[in-house]
T-cell receptor, first 114, second 110 residues
C-alpha cells in the first residue's frame, strides 16, 4: 500500500492522559498536513510541514498539542492532558510541493476521550 | 471567520438527477479550488479541482462552475447514482494549506 498510513485507527483514552498518533506520508511527498474533523464538519487545519520544517500552526493547536516530523518523513501528533473536547477524527494528508497538486488523505485516527 | 461557505448542508436527489452544491469564498488570494468526496470511515479523496482562470471544468459526470467576480463556485453531478451518496467538501488553497467548507451530505435515492 503506497497511500498515506495512519496509526492507530482508533484510540480510546481517559481524560488527562497523553496520546500520540503517527502518520506515514506517501514517500515522495515533501508536504505533510494534520487536520481535525468532528462529526458533521469539514476537516479543520491544524498544522503543516514542508520536509522537516513546521511552517504553520492553527490557533486551534493549543499548547497541549505538538507535532513533529523529525527527518522529513513520518510525523507524530501528540496531545497532552487530553480533554473530552479533543474527541475527533485526526486526519493526515501529504502532497508534493508544487502548486495545485493533490493532497492525499489517510483514513484518520479516531480519538475518543472518556 | 469561515473562509469557505458551503450549501446546502444536506441534499437528496433522485437517481439520474442533477446534484448541485454551492460554495463561496472570501479570500481573493485563493488560487486552487478542489472538491473532495468522503465516504463514512474514510479520509477525503480529491474528486475534481479548478483554477480561477477557468470558468468551467468537466470530468465525466462531474463539473465545476467557477465565477471569479462573485467569488463562488459549484459542483454539478450529472446523472447522479446511488454510489455518489457521500459527503462532499469544497475547499480552497493559496499554495499552502487547504481550507475546507463544512460539507454537504448527498443522498441519491435508488
Amino acid at each position: 500500500d503506497t497511500g498515506v498510513s495512519q496509526d492507530p485507527r482508533h484510540k480510546i483514552t481517559k481524560r488527562g492522559q497523553n496520546v500520540t498518533f503517527r502518520c506515514d506520508p506517501i514517500s515522495e511527498h515533501n508536504r505533510l498536513y494534520w487536520y481535525r474533523q468532528t462529526l458533521g464538519q469539514g476537516p479543520e487545519f491544524l498544522t503543516y510541514f514542508q520536509n522537516e520544517a513546521q511552517l504553520e500552526k492553527s490557533r486551534l493547536l493549543s499548547d497541549r498539542f505538538s507535532a513533529e516530523r523529525p527527518k522529513g518523513s513520518f510525523s507524530t501528533l501528540e496531545i497532552q492532558r487530553t480533554e473530552q473536547g479533543d474527541s475527533a477524527m485526526y486526519l493526515c494528508a501529504s502532497s508534493k510541493q508544487e502548486w495545485g497538486t493533490e493532497a492525499f488523505f489517510g483514513q484518520g485516527t479516531r480519538l475518543t476521550v472518556v | 471567520q469561515q473562509q469557505v461557505k458551503q450549501s446546502p448542508q444536506s441534499l437528496i436527489v433522485q437517481k439520474g438527477g442533477i446534484s448541485i452544491i454551492n460554495c463561496a469564498y472570501e479570500n481573493t488570494a485563493f488560487d486552487y479550488f478542489p472538491w473532495y468526496q468522503q465516504f463514512p470511515g474514510k479520509g477525503p479523496a480529491l474528486l475534481i479541482a479548478i483554477r480561477p482562470d477557468v470558468s468551467e471544468k468537466k470530468e465525466g459526470r462531474f463539473t465545476i462552475s467557477f465565477n471569479k467576480s462573485a467569488k463562488q463556485f459549484s459542483l454539478h453531478i450529472m446523472d447522479s447514482q446511488p454510489g455518489d451518496s457521500a459527503t462532499y467538501f469544497c475547499a480552497a488553497s493559496k499554495g499552502d494549506k487547504i481550507i475546507f467548507g463544512k460539507g454537504t451530505r448527498l443522498h441519491i435515492l435508488p
